[in-house]
């Protein structure tokens, strides 16, 4: 077991993690876990699940002022509390509230932020938490070292979760939905140990560890930045390339990944692939036929499926089966896939395979 081990049978995914909010919004989670896991993304979820406005308030940048403000009420001669527009309090309706790094926030901006933690009659300032809104909290383990904290009166009134980091099938399931660049999920296709966690032990070139310096390191985070940087790579040189993506994951990354984006250089184009399938080159190189598979997703079409199949069989089973499995679950292109009578084919003769 791991020396940084915490709670670690008990740690979360984020489907989990989500669930668990959306059945329980009277409930205050606190979502913990290692940097670039991907918890504030959890709060684009839960918004989209329940139709709420986000309030994403990124509570080490808050002053008090930042919070709320006191006022004088003339007629009654007193003063009131006025919260901040970006809590979204105003309209009374139920709202996503996400205090992202709450654990690193200053403490008078935590004492004022814990009123909304209470189950009964939360509040930011004089005014009531609308009835049906959902407040939670993210932060760091306070084994990750970076400066989280967290109150024994606060975690009274919470309840934490440690989310755990995305192993490389779950992270290449999402990633075939969100535009990641093609070289990056066959990098991590590839080097599916970057994505492991020290909690369990772990330690690579690739990954944060507490006990180590690095400049950074690979996270999910970390690798959807890079992959944009890849998007735009023919707006700049090579050197500039490597340099961002060593600024982005570190250079351990820059360094492997950079073959990576020469297989993509030299592939055959998507078009002599759909109009000549038989014929069209196939890569000598393992890392390129990895990257022209994860490629090929993007370009799946009803009237191009069964062609891009035909040159896969062309190839190892093994990139068969990490196309078609990667379409499967793809999902906004999955449909094409299930009424393809080209993959039924496919699917049927490598049952064994999936």
Partial sequence: MSEYALNETRTVNHAQAAALILANPDVRYMLRGEPGVGKSMIAEAIAEATGYWLAMVDVPNLDLGDVA??????????????????????????????????????????????????????????????????????GNLDTDGVGDGLAQHTRQRIVELIVRKPNSSEWLQWAATKNIHPVVMAWV????????????????????????????????RTLEISSRIIWRKDFFDRDALIAALTGAAGASFAESISSFIRFQENLPSVASIVTSPDTAK????????????????????????????????????????????????????????????DFALWAADNEDLL
């Avoid at 309209?91 to 654990?103: A, M, R, S, W, Y």
């Avoid at 997703?297 to 068969?320: P, W």
């Fill in 282 to 341: 196939v890569p000598e190189d393992v890392g390129a036929r990895s990257v022209l598979t994860f490629g090929l997703l993007q370009h799946v079409e009803k009237n191009t499926l069964g062609n891009i199949l035909k040159y896969l069989r062309r190839m190892e089973e093994e990139f068969q089966v990490i196309f078609c499995v990667t379409l499967a679950r793809h999902a906004s292109k999955k449909q094409i896939a299930f009424t393809n009578g």
């Fill in 69 to 138: 403000m006191p006022v004088i009420d003339h007629e009654h001669r007193v003063t009131r509390y006025y919260p901040n527009a970006r809590f979204g309090l105003t309209t009374g309706k139920p709202v996503v509230i996400c205090l992202d790094e709450f654990t690193k926030g200053a403490d008078p901006v935590k004492n004022m932020l814990h009123p909304m933690l209470e189950v009964f009659k939360p509040r930011l300032g004089d005014l009531p938490i609308p009835e049906g809104s959902i407040i939670f909290m993210t």
């Fill in 189 to 220: 296709d590839r080097y599916p140990q970057a994505l492991a966690s020290y909690l369990d032990g772990a330690s690579n070139e690739f990954i944060f560890h507490p006990s180590r310096p690095q400049a950074n390191a690979v996270s999910p």
